[in-house]
């Protein structure tokens, strides 16, 4: 059973930063790619980023782009994102997700497992 675990969300100030972590039990993590997504009060979930199983590649939002770094540890089933520059604008539940398929970049509604959320606020 797949299991993922986030934590490291908080109450910073803006410009401040925060590291998420995300530990995933289950399965072979390094197999797989794996994403982090938010969800702010009253807006759709989003996706902030993904990284393929090797680490090698990723891709960004471009509302987070140059201020958040994803990475993963495949050595410790663990997959973080570094935040830096936040802005109030980033206040959200942070989830990570993966998606069923190994080696296989999913679309945004194609990811079936997800943790329970870590709350990240940014004060001004």
């Known amino acids: 059973q797949v299991q993922l675990v986030e934590s490291g969300g908080g109450l910073v100030q803006a410009g401040d930063s925060l590291r998420l972590s995300c530990a995933a039990s289950g399965r072979t993590f390094s197999n797989y790619a794996m994403s982090w997504f938010r969800q702010a009060p009253g807006k759709e979930r989003e996706l902030v980023t993904t990284?393929?199983?090797?680490?090698?590649?990723?891709f960004y939002a471009d509302s987070v782009k140059g201020r958040f770094t994803v990475s993963r540890d495949n050595a410790k089933n663990t997959l973080y994102l570094q935040m830096n520059s936040l802005k109030p604008e980033d206040t959200a539940v942070y989830y990570c997700?993966?998606?069923?398929?190994?080696?296989?970049?999913?679309?945004?509604?194609?990811?079936?497992?997800w943790g329970q959320g870590t709350q990240v606020t940014v004060s001004s």
């Open positions: 997700a993966a998606p069923k398929a190994a080696y296989y970049i999913p679309g945004v509604r194609e990811y079936v497992y």
């Open positions: 990284i393929i199983w090797s680490g090698i590649s990723t």
